[in-house]
């Protein structure tokens, strides 16, 4: 029978203990025909999953264990395991994943019959993490920045070049998730949770955004770079979004670390010069359509306009020089 859907689990180290709570929601699910549906656990990391004979257990599941000929990060577990999956789409997991409910691929398959041409399909995330004083919190909402959850068609992967690696760290599955989001010939979003990312010893989950580093600020230069040679009528919207999510993320980066953060970004705002416009015009909407306190241009009008102006200049100044 013809594989419909690959799960793909990178172990990256987590122990078996660990993997139980994904693969137990996998193998719980309800309404579904387990041979049209692979599960790969991809061992990627310096310490090999011992005592395989142990996920015998999960009997549902048509489960597959891979080594990748080397160790590599969680993209690169990823990219091994698209090489060998089988299913015409794929979903990935991390070890510290795991699905909602027992119906939950039940649901997101329905889904995929009533739009069969989609390319991505997904929904709502929870994230579970804790306060300082241990104390369990939770937040939902749709990922931006992870793959985790969503049914991808493995042929979209390909066929818009999109490349699962690991030059930017932890940010390197944001840039595979944007650029993927951007290139697809459809999505489908549901409200429903379809999957829950928790806290382990070796996942630790704070409930907030990694601060951004050299590393983000890098990373998005390369998707700016990748839209404006492969999407580029999408490149001036993602570029002002990106200036204004930097004003806001610079905030949280203690102020002896910005220096560099703000030469990175310079010289993207140089590499789009061209671009300045689209900032203005989103600010200008964004102004009219949120008017909550913490907005930026709310909050500290002056500090913010201080910034889109020096960039402002350093966009000016480059438009000149090509003259």
């Known amino acids: 029978m ?15 203990s660990e993997l139980t709570m994904p693969l137990a929601s996998l193998n719980s699910q309800l309404g ?27 009997t549902q ?43 939950t691929l039940q649901q997101l398959l329905g889904l ?13 995330t ?11 919190v ?32 932890e940010f390197s599955e944001e840039l595979a998730t944007r650029l993927l989001r951007a290139s697809v010939g459809g999505t489908v979003t549901t409200e429903a949770t379809v999957c829950v990312v928790f806290a382990s010893r070796t996942h630790p989950v704070s409930g907030t955004q990694p601060v951004i580093n050299e590393q983000w600020v890098s990373m998005m230069a390369a998707y700016l770079a990748t839209l404006k040679a492969q999407n580029p009528a999408q490149l001036d919207h993602a570029f002002a979004q990106f200036i204004v999510r930097f004003y806001s993320q610079i905030l949280r980066v203690p102020a002896d670390s910005r220096a560099p953060l703000t030469t990175q970004v310079a010289g993207i705002v140089q590499a789009h010069a061209g671009s300045w416009p689209a900032v203005t015009a989103l600010v200008d909407r964004e102004k009219v359509a949120d008017s909550s306190p913490a907005a930026p241009w ?18 000016a100044k480059e438009i000149a020089m090509r003259r």
């Open 32 to 58: 579904i025909d387990g041979q049209t549906v692979e599960v790969l656990l991809v061992d990627n990391g310096e310490f090999h999953l011992e005592d395989t004979a142990a996920l015998h257990l999960f």
């Open 112 to 124: 995929l019959t009533q739009h069969p041409d989609t390319d991505l399909l997904g929904g709502t």
């Open 298 to 315: 709310n909050e500290n009008p002056g500090e913010f306009n201080h910034y889109l102006n020096q960039l402002a200049n350093i966009a």
């Open 138 to 169: 939770y937040r939902a909402g749709q990922s931006l920045t992870s793959l985790a959850g969503w049914l991808i068609r493995r042929a979209a992967l390909s066929s818009n070049a999109v490349t699962l690696s690991d030059d930017f760290g």
């Open 61 to 103: 599941l048509h489960l597959r264990v891979l080594a990748t000929p080397k160790t590599c990060g969680h993209m690169g577990a990823l990219a091994f395991g698209l090489t060998v999956a089988k299913g015409q789409y794929v979903m990935l997991l991390n070890a510290n994943n795991q699905l909602y409910q027992p119906f």
């Open 2 to 16: 013809a594989i419909r859907l690959s799960i793909i689990i990178p172990i990256d180290n987590a122990p078996l």
């Open 126 to 136: 929870l994230w579970q993490g804790q306060t300082s004083s241990r104390q369990p």
